[in-house]
């Protein structure tokens, strides 16, 4: 079992920065491809972007393509979400995501593993 727990979500304005954080545990961190994902009122949760297990690929969500950063430090089990210039649309709550297969998490969208989600909310 994996558990995952994020951090650094908060109120921003518009054209501001926010670098969330996933602390991942139970499984060898490196061995995991990683993702984010966001889900507003009403809306369907939407793919933020996702990173392989060694960090050497990277994919996003057209919405945050050049605005967005993933990264990822295996010696300290955790995965980041650099926001940059962020806009009143991104207001989400964000999870963090996990899954031996990367085709599970870039591909089919569909983690085994989640964390329980951090607010963002940006004011225009």
């Known amino acids: 079992q994996v558990q995952l727990v994020e951090s650094g979500g908060g109120l921003v304005q518009a054209g501001g920065s926010l670098r969330l954080s996933c602390a991942a545990s139970?499984?060898?961190?490196?061995?995991?491809?990683m993702g984010w994902f966001r889900q507003a009122p009403g809306k369907e949760r939407e793919f933020v972007a996702a990173?392989?297990?060694?960090?050497?690929?990277?994919r996003y969500g057209d919405s945050v393509k050049g605005r967005f950063t993933i990264s990822r430090d295996n010696t300290k089990n955790t995965v980041y979400l650099q926001m940059n210039s962020l806009k009143f649309e991104d207001t989400a709550v964000y999870y963090c995501?996990?899954?031996?297969?990367?085709?599970?998490?870039?591909?089919?969208?569909?983690?085994?593993?989640w964390g329980q989600g951090t607010q963002v909310t940006v004011s225009s």
């Open positions: 990173i392989t297990g060694p960090g050497g690929s990277t």
């Open positions: 995501a996990a899954d031996g297969s990367w085709g599970r998490i870039w591909v089919q969208k569909q983690p085994d593993y």
């Open positions: 139970g499984r060898t961190f490196s061995s995991l491809a």
